[in-house]
């Protein structure tokens, strides 16, 4: 089966670090993305894993452990507007599945 | 560029109407995909097409809702006769290849309400 599992809320102070972890299980893995989703907007893409260890880009960083079925993704610095849901999307075959997401409150 | 465009952004119908939704994805983007998210619960995956073919139409919950993509640019998702369930944010994407680490890129989704 096909499985993601999330935090549902998180919250975070300005200029903190906040870790969002993410478990899978799906048909088939390509890779593993993370997207950051503003109320009302689209997904926008933050980081793509497929191989195991930590990619990082900027303020935002992301580990995979295929053995694990296991990602997280790091924000350092925090600021107000990373506020916003974060969506964790192993790829299937041939798609991303995504999990309900885990919405991050920043507050000062 | 321009991104990936969705129309309506919002739709309230009655229960037992049609409703059609659009996607226009970024030019020169074979793949195109509908998700669905009900409130509180997951993205779910509704179909995918490369370029006018359904490579995956799995994730389609029934025969209600119809998906087309003449010509291969952009695509329809008629939902006919719309259910109470059916409410949700429906999602558009598209990405140019199929290399695994080719991103996502969405539009900024329909809001539908069924009354």
């Known amino acids: 089966g096909q499985n993601i599992d999330q935090p549902t809320e998180m919250t975070a102070t300005e200029g903190a670090i906040v870790q969002i972890n993410c478990t899978y299980q799906?048909?088939?893995?390509?890779?593993l993305f993370w997207y950051q989703q503003h109320a009302g907007e689209a997904p926008t893409f933050l980081s793509y894993n497929v191989l195991d260890g930590l990619e990082e880009k900027g303020r935002f960083s992301s580990f995979l452990s295929r053995s694990k079925g296991y990602s997280y993704l790091l924000l350092k610095e925090l600021q107000m507007k990373d506020s916003a849901s974060y969506l964790c999307a192993p790829r299937g075959y041939n798609k991303l599945i995504f999990g309900a997401g885990t919405r991050l409150a920043v507050h000062p | 560029e321009a991104g990936v465009t969705q129309f309506p952004s919002h739709s309230v119908i009655e229960k037992g109407q049609t409703v059609t939704l659009r996607c226009d994805p970024i030019?020169?983007?074979?793949?195109l995909y509908w998700y669905r998210r009900v409130m509180g619960k997951e993205i779910k995956f509704l179909l995918h097409f490369v370029k006018e073919s359904k490579q995956d139409e799995s994730g389609m919950p029934n025969n209600r809702f119809l998906a087309e993509r003449t010509g291969g640019t952009y695509s329809t998702l008629k939902v006919q006769p719309a259910e109470l369930e059916d409410s949700g944010v429906y999602f558009c994407?598209?990405?140019?290849?199929?290399?695994?680490?080719?991103?996502?890129?969405f539009g900024s989704g329909t809001q539908l309400s069924v009354l």
């Open positions: 994407a598209s990405r140019r290849g199929e290399g695994a680490n080719e991103k996502l890129f």
């Open positions: 799906t048909s088939g893995f390509n890779g």
């Open positions: 030019s020169g983007h074979d793949n």
